[in-house]
């Protein structure tokens, strides 16, 4: 059984760099063909993907958060860590890690979900 769990801040002054990690149990992050994502939810909205990591290393952000988003694995713990720069409070939301399966082009479906973690940007 796969679990995940995020781990973080759960408050961020504006401007700031938002940092959370996920701990992966159960199964290694660099198996074919897997893809390890971070989604938020803003409060009265619905789920954005953020980005991956595959399990060969490689990453693939939202096009509208890329410059500010950046996603790194540590393979020794088996974990993987979204790192989100300048901060503002619409990036409030409950953040989820997930894993998805796929093959060579790509992520296909999500099977497994970290519980969410609320993350507040406030002064």
């Known amino acids: 059984q796969v679990q995940l769990q995020e781990s973080g801040p759960g408050l961020v002054k504006p401007s700031q760099t938002l940092s959370l990690t996920c701990t992966v149990s159960?199964?290694?992050?660099?198996?074919?063909?897997?893809?390890w994502s971070w989604i938020r939810q803003p409060p009265g909205k619905g789920l954005e993907w953020i980005g991956y990591?595959?399990?060969?290393?490689?990453?693939y952000y939202s096009p509208s958060l890329k410059s500010r988003t950046s996603i790194s694995r540590d393979t020794s713990k088996n974990q993987f860590t979204l790192q989100l720069s300048s901060v503002t409070p619409e990036d409030t939301a409950v953040y989820y890690c997930?894993?998805?399966?796929?093959?060579?082009?790509?992520?296909?479906?999500?099977?497994?979900w970290g519980q969410g973690t609320q993350v507040t940007v406030s002064s």
């Open positions: 997930a894993r998805a399966q796929g093959g060579l082009s790509g992520p296909h479906e999500y099977d497994y």
């Open positions: 159960g199964g290694s992050i660099t198996t074919n063909y897997y893809y």
């Open positions: 990591i595959a399990y060969s290393g490689s990453t």
